[in-house]
């Protein structure tokens, strides 16, 4: 097995168990600042690692929406340390970064029909946000559809995680039957 081989497969599973324990986070633990920032430091690792693990595989744009996912979701990381409108500014900046990742790495051929439509509709999410931020609505209400935002995109990450590990398995499965 060469090293691109044995790097690729700590590439695949690491970023399956960011993004398995980002998504727990999300789901089971208490909601606390440290929680939250814990889970966007493993979906940025995450996607950080399909980056690098895309970019050598030879699928460029698809590798600059993962990188330019992990730049947003650092503005979520930094929202958590500030307050008021100075944070949801952040937050609502991050959002437009969402767009543009979500439609590159939907460039990723191998990726299924149902996942690129789970990947595009996990940006609509973000865009109802910040209509609801700019219209002055209640803070209750931007707090429902950002949480169903969180976990919907926590999903759509563990999706793409989950699609990665099956298809090393497939391959290890197909080169041993040759």
């Not at 168990?17 to 995450?46: E, H, R």
């Not at 609509?124 to 169903?148: C, H, K, M, N, Y």
Request: net charge positive; hydrophobic share 50%.
């Amino acid at each position: 097995m060469s090293r691109h081989e044995v790097e690729d497969k700590r590439i695949v599973y690491t970023q399956f168990f960011c993004f398995l324990i980002a998504f727990l986070i999300t789901i089971i633990s208490p909601k606390t600042t440290q929680n939250f920032k814990a889970a966007d430091s493993l979906v940025m690792t995450g996607t950080v690692l399909l980056a690098i693990k895309l970019a050598r595989d030879g699928w460029e744009i698809a590798a600059a929406g993962f990188t330019l996912l992990a730049i947003a979701w650092g503005g979520y990381f930094i929202q958590h340390d500030i307050s008021g409108e100075s944070g949801k500014g952040i937050l609502a900046s991050s959002f437009y970064f969402f767009l543009p990742s979500m439609l590159m790495i939907c460039f990723y051929q191998p990726f299924p029909w149902w996942l690129k439509l789970i990947t595009v509709s996990s940006v609509i999410a973000p865009f109802i946000i910040l209509v609801i931020e700019s219209s002055g609505s209640d803070a209750g209400q931007l707090r429902v559809w950002t949480g169903i935002n969180f976990k919907f995109l926590h999903f759509t990450t563990l999706c793409w995680g989950s699609f990665f590990v099956y298809s090393l398995l497939r391959n290890k499965y197909k080169s041993k039957r040759n």
